[in-house]
């Protein structure tokens, strides 16, 4: 089983991320069941705007596109800004959108049989804000969400420290995480096991 974990933080590489601290405790309990997983800093690559997979030469998304048609899980880790998702993240969501169109060889949605989940982290409320918007796109792509298929770290209301400078609050945020990974490698067996069926006509 593969999974990949698409990090929406607005840091390049190489500065640390506190998204990417919280979704690597995700990525742990993954590898620790067995799956391959693949980690994604979307920001490196310069995605270009768009509703296609692919605008030509230069469009780093087709690379990521191939990802995820061979991954069985995907996992969006994104900062909150203003209550909302990244930037970077709203820019994979549009990427994205072209697979609601994209089939298989048996005529069903390309991301069916597969999950997903969201990891989310930032200084004041509004995780389960950005986790509804999330996961409500990946959703309507396809995509199954288990249940609990999320884990989150915030400060609270008004300024404060960010994940990586603060203890509190973590443990929970772990073990949030793994259990956000097993509830998405069983169900994602059992997709493997009991395929979603071609809607009907």
Same mark, same amino acid.
Request: proline share 9%; glycine share 8%; hydrophobic share 40%.
């Given at each position: 089983?593969?999974?990949?974990?698409?990090?929406?933080?607005?840091?390049?590489?190489? =500065?640390?991320?506190?998204?990417?601290?919280?979704?690597?405790?995700?990525? =742990?309990?993954?590898?620790? !069941?067995?799956?391959?997983? =693949?980690?994604?800093?979307?920001?490196?690559?310069? +995605?270009?705007?768009?509703?296609?997979?692919?605008?030509?030469?230069?469009?780093?998304?087709?690379?990521?596109? %191939?990802?995820?048609?061979?991954?069985? +899980?995907?996992?969006?880790?994104?900062?909150?800004?203003?209550?909302?998702?990244?930037?970077?993240?709203?820019?994979? +969501?549009? !990427?994205?959108?072209?697979?609601?169109?994209?089939?298989?060889?048996?005529?069903?949605?390309?991301?069916?049989? %597969?999950?997903?989940g969201v990891?989310?982290?930032?200084? =004041?409320?509004?995780?389960?804000?950005?986790?509804?918007?999330?996961?409500?796109?990946?959703?309507?792509?396809?995509?199954?969400?288990?249940a609990q298929?999320?884990?989150?770290?915030?400060?609270?209301?008004?300024?404060?420290?960010?994940?990586?400078?603060?203890?509190?609050? !973590?443990?929970?945020?772990?073990?949030?995480?793994?259990?956000m990974a097993?509830?998405?490698?069983?169900?994602?067996?059992?997709?493997?096991?009991?395929?979603?069926?071609?809607?009907?006509?």
């Open positions: 089983m593969r999974a990949v974990v698409i990090n929406c933080t607005l840091k390049r590489s190489p =500065e640390p991320t506190n998204t990417g601290a919280l979704a690597a405790v995700v990525e =742990e309990e993954l590898r620790a !069941r067995g799956v391959e997983v =693949e980690h994604v800093r979307a920001v490196d690559l310069d +995605i270009p705007p768009g509703v296609e997979t692919d605008l030509g030469p230069g469009d780093p998304w087709p690379a990521v596109h %191939r990802s995820l048609l061979a991954s069985e +899980i995907l996992v969006i880790a994104s900062p909150t800004w203003a209550a909302h998702p990244s930037s970077v993240a709203q820019r994979v +969501i549009e !990427r994205m959108d072209a697979m609601m169109s994209e089939t298989d060889d048996a005529g069903r949605p390309v991301l069916f049989d %597969r999950v997903a990891v989310v982290t930032g200084n =004041e409320d509004g995780a389960h804000h950005v986790i509804s918007e999330i996961t409500g796109a990946l959703n309507d792509f396809g995509y199954t969400i288990p298929a999320w884990t989150y770290w915030n400060r609270g209301p008004g300024p404060g420290p960010s994940y990586l400078d603060a203890e509190e609050g !973590r443990d929970w945020s772990a073990s949030t995480g793994r259990a097993s509830n998405l490698v069983a169900v994602a067996s059992a997709l493997a096991a009991n395929p979603i069926p071609k809607p009907p006509s």
